[in-house]
């Protein structure tokens, strides 16, 4: 399976909205029974950054677009284009996104997962994720105490 990381410039985890993400590291997962491996494939640069007349606006690096901006057919088709980049990926690790991200990925069949704020390693990042994919896989029925 292949899994992307948004990277900023210091190559360490972008905790921002994926769309803004200067770079994505690509990396192969490989389970069997006994083990599991990644390696780092390669890294990649989002669609826009080598667009530098593009700057993006504070609340999209924050994830805070408000509902004309999520229903605006330009921001939305801005989303796609990162179908270019990790269109061949199962997941996305991101920390925060919006809902044309989550929209324009899953319909390129890419699945976000959440990963903690904490988290700056990208190797930890692929850890957190493989224990909790892990995890939610085993657990049958997750009932409320309260």
Known sequence: MKIAIPLDEE???????????????????????????FALNNVVESPWSSNS??????NTIKCACNKKAQDDMNHICEHYSLLEVI??????????????????????????????????RTDLAIKNFLIGAS???????????S
């Open 11 to 37: 190559q360490t985890v972008y905790h921002h909205n994926p769309f803004t993400a200067p770079k994505f590291a690509i990396y192969n997962i490989d389970i069997d029974k006994q083990n599991v491996q």
């Open 87 to 120: 269109g061949d990926c199962s997941y996305l690790l991101a920390d925060h996104f919006c809902v044309n991200t989550t929209r324009a990925l899953s319909i390129g069949g890419v699945t976000i997962f959440k990963i903690p704020s904490i988290i700056n």
């Open 53 to 58: 007349y593009k700057k993006f606006k504070e």
């Open 135 to 145: 995890f939610a896989n085993r657990i049958q029925n997750i009932h409320n105490a």
